[in-house]
């Protein structure tokens, strides 16, 4: 499909094969009005992830080094393609954490060719999900750049205040003391994520000195995470319900940092400013991160509390 949003973060829906992207308001409101858009069909640029994920990483991990790495403009709004066999292996939600994100890369949308996996996870929604082979690239197409990295030798990585091409080894930042953990928004607390924070808080305490958010994102989430037990494992390690949706991450709610707050956040972004006081000094991780470090109260490695069959 070619769907346009009226939010940044609309590239999601190039988890399932779909060309989305955001537009403004005024663009937005012309869409309603006419059903159609204009658009330069843009380059691509493919972004090849070899290996396989360690333990304790995840999807959250690759697009953080990938801001660093190529930079908050390294899609120059062009159509970033995500592939390769670390890719394939993704779940569909970890999936959409990259299609999401490729707007912090500065593309205008995030690729990844549809697949079994796909399918399954349609098909679960009560979706037809038939003929999807022909959805993908030409086999002789030639992208304008092609990057390739390795995931089985990338660690955790912590994006610091404030910006997520600010982001390196959890090690550079091992240690930073935290008064806030918060797991939230579209990026960070999907049923996945609340289920891979769970993984460490199960049976675990949050440090005393350690705010402990939770906001699902969405009302769906939060019931299977429920039912499943998952919500009760994070809550009974300390942690706070919040309602579903943006809430902190686009500064809304009355929850947001106060003044001179060290946060880690499972969230998209790190500006200043944009999640409360300007004062507040707001790092990136994934939720595995953001759980260790919750639990220690301050910065640290999630690996070390990942048991042999928790991946």
């Not at 360690?54 to 991990?61: A, F």
């Not at 947001?256 to 707001?282: D, P």
Request: charged fraction near 20%; glycine fraction near 12%; hydrophobic fraction near 45%.
């Amino acid at each position: 499909m070619f769907v346009v949003g009226g939010d940044s973060h609309s590239p999601t829906g190039g988890a399932f094969g779909a060309y989305m992207f955001g537009v403004g308001a005024t663009e937005m409101a012309g869409v309603l009005a006419t059903g159609e858009i204009w658009l330069r069909v843009p380059e691509t640029i493919a972004i090849e992830w070899t290996g396989k994920l360690g333990k304790g990483l995840s999807s959250k991990d690759m697009m953080l080094f990938l801001c660093a790495k190529l930079g908050m403009d390294g899609g120059r709004y062009q159509a970033v393609q995500y592939c390769g066999e670390a890719i394939g292996a993704l779940s569909m939600q970890e999936r959409m954490t990259l299609s999401n994100m490729a707007a912090e890369l500065g593309a205008q949308a995030g690729l990844i060719e549809a697949d079994a996996v796909t399918a399954d996870f349609l098909r679960g929604k009560g979706v037809v999900a038939d003929n999807l082979d022909g959805w993908r690239s030409d086999p002789d197409a030639k992208p304008a750049e092609h990057h390739v990295f390795d995931a089985s030798a990338l660690e955790p990585q912590v994006a610091a205040p404030h910006s997520p091409a600010n982001a390196a080894p959890v090690s550079s930042h091992a240690g930073t003391r935290i008064d806030v953990a918060y797991i939230g928004a579209c990026t960070g607390a999907k049923l996945e994520d609340l289920r891979t924070a769970a993984a460490l808080l199960r049976g675990r305490r949050v440090a005393k000195h350690v705010e402990l958010l939770v906001a699902p994102a969405s009302r769906h989430d939060q019931e299977i995470a429920r039912k499943e037990g998952t919500l009760g494992a994070l809550l009974n390690a300390g942690g706070q319900l919040l309602p579903n949706a943006c809430g902190i991450c686009a500064g809304y709610g009355d929850a947001r940092f106060g003044e001179n707050v060290t946060a880690i956040s499972s969230t998209a972004r790190n500006f200043k400013g944009r999640m409360g006081a300007a004062s507040s000094q707001v790092y990136l991780g994934s939720p595995y991160t953001v759980a260790a470090s919750a639990i220690e109260g301050r910065i640290a490695d999630p690996r070390a509390y990942l048991s042999a069959g928790v991946s």
